[in-house]
């Protein structure tokens, strides 16, 4: 069964560009969170999709967005790039109907995002 | 509003002894709580989780957790350390409110385990 797929790895990208990630969930998930990971910060919650729709989503600026395909496939934008926007974004998918973690989540290997 | 406090950074321990990882909660309303474990360039794994069922909470690998709300812990233990526990190691606090769940992290302990 295959895992969480996070694509692309890695990217570089300049301050003031747009970046969008991709997030491929387990098959038969239907929830997709999104997290950012940095030594600052440690790990903050982004949002949480389900069903297309977004569910929960944590203290982030409005640069920050996502949405979810009906193949449960996830995207998340961050538009005019700061350079603390620097990071690594991970993925995650679980069954659940509402997660924010109450459920099993599965992690991707992340995208490591730097922004010059 | 809910937070994490994970007491120690690293903590560093030899193969075959027991480890601790403390784990702090506040919260509100009753939490959901979860260890999380990151090897490097790996993303998270779910060690265990504590739901409000049983306290004393059996995760893979040999960890384990105990509830304890008077204390307010849900400290991370493991009997006798291996080579390949050694990893970052993070506790989650997630509670309903008003419909949603947000996650909270701790910042993490690095477990050091030496031969």
């Known amino acids: 069964k295959a895992g969480v797929t996070q694509t692309p790895r890695y990217l570089i990208k300049t301050r003031g560009q747009q970046v969008t990630l991709s997030c491929s969930p387990i098959s038969g998930h239907r929830s997709v969170s999104w997290y950012q990971q940095t030594p600052g910060q440690g790990l903050q919650f982004l949002f949480e999709?389900?069903?297309?729709?977004?569910?929960n989503k944590g203290n982030f600026p409005g640069r920050f967005s996502g949405r979810q395909f009906s193949n449960s496939r996830s995207e998340m934008n961050v538009s005019t790039l700061e350079l603390g926007d620097s990071a690594l974004y991970l993925c995650?998918?679980?069954?659940?109907?509402?997660?924010?973690?109450?459920?099993?989540?599965?992690f991707g290997q992340g995208t490591r995002l730097t922004v010059v | 509003a809910q937070s994490v406090t994970q007491l120690d950074s690293h903590v560093s321990v030899s193969e075959g002894t027991p480890v601790l990882l403390r784990c702090n909660y506040s919260?509100?309303?009753?939490?959901?709580l979860f260890w999380y474990v990151q090897h490097p360039n790996k993303g998270l794994q779910l060690l265990l989780k504590y739901t409000s069922a049983a306290t004393l909470v059996k995760g893979i690998n040999g960890f384990e957790a105990e509830f304890k709300k008077s204390e307010t812990s849900f400290h991370l233990t493991k009997p006798s350390a291996h080579m390949s526990d050694a990893a970052e190691y993070f506790c989650?606090?997630?509670?309903?409110?008003?419909?949603?769940?947000?996650?909270?992290f701790g910042r993490g302990t690095s477990l050091i385990v030496h031969p």
């Open positions: 999709y389900f069903s297309e729709t977004q569910r």
């Open positions: 989650v606090v997630s509670v309903r409110t008003g419909g949603s769940y947000i996650p909270t």
């Open positions: 995650a998918s679980s069954l659940g109907v509402t997660t924010g973690m109450n459920t099993e989540a599965f």
């Open positions: 919260s509100s309303y009753s939490p959901s």
